[in-house]
């Protein structure tokens, strides 16, 4: 069985607007959200500057009762908000919580890169080192369970299908959007609600900032931080927050009269074997070009019908070969790449939620015909020159635009790619 | 402390566990807490902290399997105030 697969739904938490309207304004504009970070100034971190979501636990009890709340960490909340979102974008009505009906043909893969670390670290650790386990209570274990971030959700929305938690680091909301989407078209589930999450944290941050792989350079400009293919990038800047897509079957999705944003035309997952210049932390450069290709391939997608490119690009050492490895895969001559931008510029690195996050930048802008700034790059970087022309510094309209690609890449030498297609009968 | 000032507490604790809010209305010491209240059992433990915190006393594991209703909560309660 192959059926095909169209996005019916978006909800998104970001740090320079949240809810589709407000990202889609702010991704237009070039806003960022990136800003100073107090706590990470308080705890000696060298860089001082992060993109949190703003307003989001406000927001949370909007959505949430009191009892729900105590047992949701950040991350919990931003995935359950942007989750909710994506469901009523849909069309689709959040159930009563005392109607036993359970939703047999609706799943989620809503994953998180790093998880409940900032329970483990402000309760977990310091009541158990202090021997006053009992303290912890009862939420302790379902926030710091991996799978508690998609476990909340099926509670929310009375879930039946496959509810699980993937975990790929960076690539982890690519990779949950891929699976999900293959689940669809193998007929075992109608509607997956997809994407990834990660709360905001300073004890999540910070084993990164000890790589010296955060930006400490711009603490004074937190807006000017996160600088994607520029020659000053100095390392990623760290963020929080959610991106979820409704996935739907096209069949149901035109039965029940669905808005339909795209079609997923096909994805594809690997690693690069810590090979070939790959490692725990850096990609192998061939893994990417196959991943890239793979999932073209699947979406039966030339390269020159790629029309817009959503690039990992973190704004670190490795996005030179990033872009090198876009050109390969797709065959196509440097001043012929496709144009490539980087959401990151404006919200930094969500981590396990950028895919999530990055996604939906991504049907917003097939949807919407246009290709976001990716800002702070004025000066691009001297290996990317050969590619500059296909670098948007301000919005770009693409009234016929008909794919865009995403991918991530992530820490473990692991990867995503997805082709969105504009859908037509 | 009288029946009636810990009564009025523990309800005030149990408030935002309370699923069923139509029988938070109606509630007296028969109430059951798990039953008519539809608080989630596993949150019995983070009750018991509250009540602990609360009323300065201290409640062992087993003392907690005695309560079901509202009553048993105040009785409990009670007997630790000496």
Redesign the interface.
């Known amino acids: 069985m192959s059926n095909r697969v169209v996005v019916t739904g978006l909800g998104v938490l970001a740090a320079n607007g949240n809810g589709i309207h407000d990202f889609e304004l702010a991704l237009r504009k070039g806003q960022s959200g990136i800003r100073t970070n107090e706590k990470m100034i308080e705890c000696g971190f060298g860089s001082h500057v992060a993109g949190v979501p703003r307003g989001t636990d406000e927001l949370a009890e909007s959505y949430f009762?009191?009892?729900l709340l105590?047992a949701m960490n950040s991350g919990h909340r931003v995935a359950s908000i942007a989750a909710i979102d994506a469901w009523t974008d849909a069309g689709l009505a959040r159930p009563d919580?005392a109607d036993d009906t359970v939703d047999w043909d609706s799943g989620a893969i809503l994953g998180t890169g790093i998880g409940g670390m900032d329970t483990i670290a402000s309760k977990v650790v310091p009541l158990t080192d202090a021997h006053k386990v009992?303290?912890l209570?009862?939420?302790a274990v379902e926030q710091v369970m991996a799978s508690g971030v998609s476990a909340r959700l099926s509670g929310l929305l009375a879930l039946g299908n496959q509810v699980t938690t993937n975990s790929s680091a960076c690539s982890t909301g690519s990779e949950a959007i891929s699976m999900g989407f293959e689940r669809i078209r193998n007929g075992q589930a109608e509607r997956m609600l997809c994407g990834g999450a990660e709360g905001a944290s300073h004890y999540i941050w910070s084993g990164f900032d000890a790589m010296r792989v955060l930006c400490r350079k711009f603490n004074d400009e937190p807006e000017r931080a996160s600088r994607p293919m520029s020659a000053s990038a100095a390392g990623f800047v760290p963020s929080a927050g959610a991106g979820v897509l409704l996935l739907e079957n096209l069949e149901s999705a035109l039965g029940r009269g669905a808005r339909i944003y795209c079609e997923i035309g096909g994805s594809a997952v690997n690693c690069g074997g810590h090979r070939g210049g790959g490692s725990m932390t850096a990609p192998n450069p061939e893994s990417v070009q196959r991943c890239i290709k793979a999932a073209l391939a699947d979406a039966q997608t030339r390269p020159e019908e790629v029309g817009a490119i959503n690039a990992h690009l973190t704004a670190t050492g490795a996005d030179p070969n990033e872009v090198r490895s876009w050109s390969l895969a797709l065959g196509c001559q440097p001043q012929d790449l496709p144009p490539i931008t980087s959401t990151k510029s404006m919200i930094g690195h969500a981590l396990g939620a950028a895919g999530g996050i990055e996604a939906v930048a991504s049907v917003l802008m097939l949807k919407g015909g246009f290709i976001h700034p990716s800002i702070n790059c004025e000066d691009v970087h001297p290996e990317i020159e050969p590619y500059a022309a296909s670098i948007p510094h301000s919005l770009r309209e693409l009234p016929y635009l008909e794919v865009v690609v995403k991918a991530g890449f992530g820490f473990g030498d692991v990867n995503a790619c997805l082709v969105f297609r504009k859908w037509s009968e | 402390m009288d029946q009636t000032e810990i009564f009025e507490k523990v309800i005030k604790i149990l408030t935002p566990y309370v699923k069923n809010q139509d029988a938070l209305a109606s509630v007296t010491a028969a109430t059951h807490i798990l039953d008519d209240l539809k608080v989630n059992s596993a949150r019995l433990v983070d009750v018991v902290l509250e009540f602990e915190d609360i009323f300065e006393i201290e409640i062992d594991d087993d003392d907690v399997d005695s309560v079901e209703t509202v009553g048993n909560a105040v009785a409990l309660i009670e007997s630790k105030l000496g």
């Open positions: 009762d009191e009892d105590r919580p009992r303290r209570g009862s939420t």
